[in-house]
């Protein structure tokens, strides 16, 4: 299952987060910033998961952004480290060409683009169309 | 990939202009400037004083009238900016909901975002969203509905489901996909947090499965991964759609755009090979169904992608998990090999992680990768590492332990995160108890287990050390022998420097020396006094340890009383109550070697101390404060439930106030029964305690008590379970060695190994290859654990400290008890019938649950049947022709309580009637099968058949010949694993009254969850540990019985327990709480309170159906009072 989904920047800077466990206002800040930290920590060549206190991080960089992903231990690591990467080719045919100014001044649109992908922690659409679909549909109304 | 955001902030500056431009019309300005001000954040100091800023504007605009839906949208953005910051934007979140009613659809959109991102579950606001939920829902605008479904997905209040569920289920048969799916992933939200709410639907949710849209069959598939995996008994008959799903997915018959980089659905596969391997395990009729599927979906990710790997190592776990097959495991085995061997370091801890499942089925498979194994050991990655040392930990033996704990024990001298030390050191602390080759050893490792462990180590190490070494094997001179290392060794530890060793440490080994040091004759008492002493004085040396090292002073104190008078001279004057206090009891002690050889006797086993744990000899004082007019006690969680009902609104009349009392205070520790406070209780007789309470008050905190006023216990296993150490493994030693040699000799690149490798290797994998035939299923026979503990009398029939008794055999775990029998795990024999002697047998409680079942009256339960429980059955004069049949049970099972016979079905030649029997472990359904003709009636056979219930055994449902006005019976033993409220169950008989004529008779009935409950005995204390453990609850009030005069709560609960089979726990003052189990084992507590005239009922479980199930039933109990 998945716990949490940060999109984060090499400076630490939360650009989004999505819990999907109930986390304490107060202590996401310290939280993210602790993760990050191990994320940041980690070499090149080292793997793309880390073990922080009862869970797991999947983390996969994209320029100066990282997307850290909480998991429980029964999950796939492979396959959220890849559903990380699904995500981003989203949200770069929807922007076409992603970069973190996007996701700073759409924050409302990725987020529902992930809650098209991502409810409960479980994985519940990955068919880029359809993922979209939703929101492509909104964009047109707001126009018209 | 990095082609995908290319733009750095370093490039921040320049973009600005142009995002504002191309996206002008939308940002506004408010939005804008916090963007911007965000990103030239430098310090944290800097971004309180912007928040604060942006707070107090947004809170301006929020509340004034002209502020327009599109503007409030915008605050919205940048209120989800400042929680995401971590500020607190509560003010913001009433007008989410506004948005949300009123907006336009992009502004309703962000509404119900910005609800899902601020609201959790249960949280007030919630229940206005109701409204605005039902009106989309019902709106004629898809993309309304479409957002409705999605926000009552994410959050919805439990109690207001049956509002809407009616509109999704109907949005299960509507034209749009998009709509279908969303509808079935509402419902799967609803299933998980109120399971009972959905369960009419669950024909509804197979259609879904058979939808003709890929999309609303995947989203179906995770109410199914969850319904499987609670029961996947109730599931084997959709193996076959499941597989056809698989093999069109990997046949490559979805639509392109299901494709991820060329592989089909990929996420769907996974989920899919997730809920074969729950059906086909431990199954296998099941498991030959998808072999082929399996099969296929190996052969077809040969593609050189993460995600196909991703699928392969699914696929892998489900093949080890289901039935095995020599094939498919062999190609499974070779898939592995791809995985480890992978440069690719991802890969590369998949791999590890793959092994380490299967080497649980197939140990051999460690040895095939042992370089490698050896080679991620060393891995300068924290991560690879520290999974090959799961993997390590999950093929020690007793040969190759002290190797692997070796390197275990090194990795968490270098090892800097507490969590991981933590889990570790728990592990070593495991491993060494097990398989431990020698005593010096195991003292020593425990001892570095301690030293590493630190202060953050779980308490129940050193518990369970302790209690190793108190309560001993079978030979009392392994035992002393044991404990003289201890001593020994801990002489040795304290001689040195003990400034820096943790407290759990010194803890420990003032324990020991306070119980065995004088198992050590050429060691002076008073040496031992002095170290002893000396830790005193350290600084570093916290009070509870104090409190321990004080203890094991008393008890070694004996013909020392120079040094012992001196000590407690020293410390009368200390600032600690607490040590002040122990000082006077040395003093009192040391003086008096009567009252110390009274109080403290030598080597007494401690299983024959008995613990009071009601603290019943407290109860003249509590009556006496409760008299003097103090408050009764109430458990903290009340305390708190109180707490935040005064500030939400009072509707309720003013009761009286809470003032904090003498008497609530001191019996605080019922609720918080850990280890140390145990102590408080001294021995079982309560009289004589409260006697000694006034005279010498002797409070031994933080030491657990080994003995009892009784001589030592004479040892109940017999010689013939005693577990030979080792022989075994010795004797297959050479045969191990040899077949590592053989690998070794295989392995393709030997260039690259070196000798050291190859001599850890052997070491490392010694003892795997060794059984001659794989047993492919569970793990091979564990050797049993070197430290084998007693057996203790009090935990064998309700234990709750699960950590105590390891099973190491992981083989013989059915897959009912991976449920949520923690409690009552026991699985029911073959024929159970047969075991009702042995469960009676000697156990106390079991004669207690018999005894208050007995005391039970006459209680009318259900429409259609009455529940007879007899005082005694032999005393009972039959009321009625049908009960003259209960003389016919057979003689083993007569006894149980049982309900009044009722008649099913007949027929001219056959009548059949039932009754239920309430056994301890299931419910006994009794079917009498009358002959009513005079002639011989042949072939009798009798079908139950009941989709909820899970037959355990059944007798007598074939009768070959049944003569002239003659009844047989046979017996159904019937489990609930899942609890409904009412189940009915059908049924065929089918008899033969003349050769070759074959007539059949069906029948039908219910039954209700209150057959399949069973007291839950347990003391206060077990229930207080319990109840904090459990996460599902729910309250209501009930209606409280008042009749009778007497005391309301004790008249509520006593009907209550006549009609559900409940155990009262205690009572106390205006609440009582009260326990049951469901048969198969999950518990359920009630904490009843009496609330003016209402009865508030709080009720936890571990099952998520289960409170509401027996809240039912006591609701209906109480109406029919």
């Given at each position: 299952m998945i716990k949490f989904l940060l999109m984060v920047n090499k400076q630490g800077q939360t650009r989004l987060s999505k819990y999907y466990e109930q986390v304490e206002l107060g202590k996401r800040a310290a939280l993210e910033a602790d993760m990050v930290r191990g994320c940041l920590a980690r070499?090149?060549?080292?793997?793309?998961f880390v073990e922080y206190k009862d869970y797991k991080l999947v983390y996969r960089q994209y320029a100066a952004l990282f997307i850290v992903v909480g998991i429980t231990e029964n999950e796939n690591e492979l396959s959220i480290y890849e559903l990380v990467h699904n995500f981003v080719e989203v949200l770069d045919k929807y922007f076409?060409?992603?970069?973190e100014l996007d996701i700073m001044f759409n924050l409302d649109k990725v987020h529902i683009i992930l809650d098209e992908m991502i409810v409960n922690g479980h994985?519940?659409?990955?068919n880029k169309n359809r993922i979209l679909a939703p929101l492509l549909a909104l964009d047109k109304m707001a126009e018209g | 990939m990095s082609d995908v955001v290319e733009k750095t902030l370093s490039a921040l500056p320049g973009l600005f202009d142009n995002v504002t431009q191309t996206g002008a019309a939308k940002i506004t300005s408010g939005l804008k400037q916090l963007i911007r001000s965000i990103t030239e954040l430098t310090s944290k100091h800097e971004e309180e004083k912007l928040m604060k800023q942006e707070l107090s504007a947004m809170k301006e605009q929020v509340s004034s009238?002209?502020?327009?839906m599109k503007q409030m949208r915008e605050v919205m953005v940048r209120a989800m900016y400042c929680e995401m910051l971590?500020?607190?934007?509560?003010?913001?979140y009433i007008h989410a909901i506004k948005l949300a009613q009123q907006g336009s659809v992009l502004e309703k959109r962000v509404g119900y975002l910005a609800v899902s991102l601020f609201l959790t579950e249960?949280?007030?606001?919630?229940?206005?969203l109701v409204n605005t939920v039902l009106k989309d829902l019902q709106s004629t605008n898809l993309i309304e509905v479409c957002m409705a479904l999605t926000v009552v997905a994410q959050v919805f209040p439990k109690d207001m489901i049956p509002a809407v569920l009616p509109l999704v289920e109907d949005k299960?048969?509507?034209?749009?996909e998009i709509i279908r799916r969303k509808a079935v992933l509402a419902l799967y939200k609803f299933y998980l947090i109120a399971p009972n709410q959905v369960q009419h639907i669950h024909a509804k949710f197979r259609k879904a499965l058979c939808d003709k849209d890929p999309g609303v069959m995947t989203s179906s598939l995770h109410i199914y991964l969850q319904l499987i995996r609670e029961s996947p008994d109730g599931y084997k008959d959709l193996t076959g759609s499941f597989v056809a799903i698989m093999k069109q997915v990997v046949g490559g018959?979805?639509?392109?755009?299901?494709?991820?980089h060329n592989v089909p659905a990929p996420w769907l596969q996974i989920q899919l090979l997730r809920i074969l391997s729950l059906l086909g395990r431990e199954d296998q009729s099941t498991s030959e169904q998808m072999y082929e599927v399996l099969d296929e979906s190996l052969r077809r990710a040969?593609?050189?992608h993460n995600i196909t790997y991703a699928i392969l190592y699914e696929c892998v776990k489900a093949i080890y998990t289901i039935h095995p097959k020599a094939e498919l495991l062999e190609k499974a085995a070779r898939c592995i090999g791809n995985f480890v061997l992978s440069p690719k370091i991802n890969l590369k801890y998949l791999g590890l992680k793959a092994l380490t499942y299967v080497v649980q089925h197939d140990a051999k498979l460690a040895l095939q990768h042992q370089m490698t194994i050896i080679e991620c050991l060393d891995h300068s990655d924290f991560t690879i590492k520290r999974e090959t040392l799961e993997l390590l930990f999950r093929i020690t033996n007793a040969q190759n332990v002290t190797v692997i704990v070796e390197k275990m024990l090194d990795f968490l001298r270098g090892c800097g995160d507490e969590h991981t030390v933590i889990h570790l050191v728990g592990k070593v602390a495991e491993l060494a108890e097990k398989f431990a080759p020698d005593n010096s050893w195991f003292i020593q490792t425990m001892s570095d287990v301690f030293s590493i462990g630190?202060?953050?180590?779980?308490?129940?190490v050193p518990n369970n050390f302790l209690r190793l070494l108190a309560e001993g094997s079978e030979c009392k001179e392994e035992d002393d022998e044991l404990r003289l290392f201890a001593v020994d060794s801990y002489l040795t530890v304290l001689k040195?420097?003990?400034?820096?060793?943790p407290q759990h440490f010194l803890q420990v080994m003032s324990w020991v020396l306070g119980e065995?040091?004088?198992?050590?004759?050429?060691?002076d008492q008073r040496e031992v006094i002095r170290l002893l002493a000396k830790l005193l004085d350290?600084?570093?040396?916290s009070s509870e340890t104090r409190v321990w090292i004080l203890s094991a002073l008393t008890k070694i104190s004996e013909g020392q009383t120079d040094l012992i008078l001196e000590l407690a001279e020293s410390l009368?004057?200390?600032?600690d109550t607490v040590l002040r206090q122990q000082a006077q009891e040395l003093r009192h002690l040391s003086r008096d070697s009567q009252l110390q050889e009274c109080v403290l006797p030598r080597g007494?086993?401690?299983?024959s101390m008995e613990v009071d744990s009601s603290l019943s000899f407290l109860d003249g004082f509590v009556s006496e404060a409760l008299a003097a007019g103090a408050a009764p006690y109430k458990p903290p969680h009340q305390r708190q439930e109180e707490l935040s009902e005064e500030r939400a609104?009072?509707?309720?009349p003013y009761s009286f106030s809470l003032p904090v009392s003498l008497s609530s205070c001191s019996i605080t520790d019922r609720q918080s029964p850990?280890?140390?406070?145990?102590?408080?209780?001294?021995?079982?007789n309560s009289t004589e305690l409260s006697q000694k309470e006034g005279s010498s008050t002797l409070i031994l905190e933080g030491v657990r008590r080994v003995w009892g006023k009784d001589g030592y216990l004479p040892q109940?296993?017999?010689?013939?379970?005693?577990p030979p150490v080792d022989e075994p493994s010795i004797a297959v030693h050479p045969s191990g060695q040899q077949e590592v040699a053989e690998r070794i000799e295989t392995q393709?690149?030997?260039?690259?190994?070196n000798q050291d490798k190859q001599q850890l290797a052997s070491s490392l994998f010694?003892?795997?290859?060794?059984?001659?035939?794989?047993?492919?299923?569970?793990?091979s026979e564990a050797p049993p654990p070197r430290f084998r503990k007693k057996p203790r009398p009090h935990e064998s029939s309700s234990s709750s400290s699960g950590t105590s008794e390891r099973s190491s055999d992981s083989s013989s775990r059915s897959s009912r008890t991976t449920t949520d029998s923690f409690l009552y795990g026991s699985l029911l024999e073959e024929?159970?019938?047969?075991?009702t002697s042995t469960t009676t047998n000697g156990l106390s409680q079991n004669k207690h649950t018999e005894g208050d079942r007995r005391a039970n009256t006459s209680q009318i339960l259900g429409s259609d049947m009455v529940i007879v429980r007899p005082n005694t059955i032999q005393d009972?004069?039959?009321?009625?022709?049908?009960?003259?049949?209960?003389?016919?049970?057979p003689s083993e099972i007569k006894d149980l309580p049982h309900s009044d016979v009722i008649s099913l079905t007949s027929d001219p030649s056959l009548s059949l009637a039932s009754c239920r029997m309430f056994r301890d472990e299931a419910l006994l359904l009794v079917i009498f099968i009358c002959n009513c003709t005079d002639t011989v009636i042949k072939d009798v056979a009798v079908q139950l058949t009941c989709e909820?219930?899970?037959?355990a055994s059944l007798r007598?449902?074939?009768?070959?010949c049944l003569e002239g006005k003659s009844t047989s019976v046979c017996h159904y033993a019937l489990l609930m694993d899942e609890p409904h409220t009412n189940v009915s169950f059908t049924g065929t008989v089918s008899y033969q009254t003349q050769p070759g004529h074959t007539n059949t008779l069906p029948f039908s009935g219910t039954l209700s969850t209150v057959d399949f409950i069973r007291p839950l005995v347990v003391t206060t204390e077990e229930y207080g540990k319990l109840w904090l453990s459990l996460s599902h609850d729910v309250k209501q009030n009930l209606k409280l019985l008042t009749d009778a005069g007497g005391d309301p709560l004790k008249t509520t609960l006593n009907a209550l327990k006549d009609a559900?089979?409940?155990?009262?726990?205690d009572i106390i003052g205006s609440e009582g709480i009260v326990a049951c189990r469901l048969l198969s084992g999950a518990p359920c507590l009630l904490h009843c309170r009496v609330n003016g005239s209402a009865l508030a009922m709080w009720l936890r479980s571990p099952h998520p159906s289960l409170p509401d199930c027996i809240l039912y039933h006591c609701q209906r109990a109480l109406a029919e009072h």
């Open positions: 070499r090149k060549e080292e793997c793309s076409s060409r992603v970069s994985i519940v659409e990955t | 009238p002209n502020t327009s971590g500020y607190d934007a509560s003010f913001t249960g949280h007030e606001l919630l229940l206005l299960l048969s509507h034209p749009k018959k979805l639509p392109m755009d299901f494709y991820y040969e593609m050189n630190g202060d953050s180590l779980q308490q129940d040195g420097d003990a400034s820096h060793l065995y040091s004088h198992l050590q004759e050429c060691v350290q600084r570093s040396v009368s004057s200390s600032q007494a086993p401690w299983d609104l009072n509707l309720e850990p280890l140390l406070s145990v102590s408080s209780g001294l021995s079982g109940k296993e017999t010689a013939a379970t005693a393709p690149e030997p260039s690259t190994r010694v003892g795997l290859g060794t059984q001659s035939s794989i047993s492919l299923l569970g793990k024929e159970p019938v047969t075991s009972r004069h039959p009321p009625s022709a049908s009960s003259d049949l209960t003389a016919l049970l909820e219930l899970e037959t007598g449902n074939v009768v070959d559900l089979q409940l155990h009262v726990v």
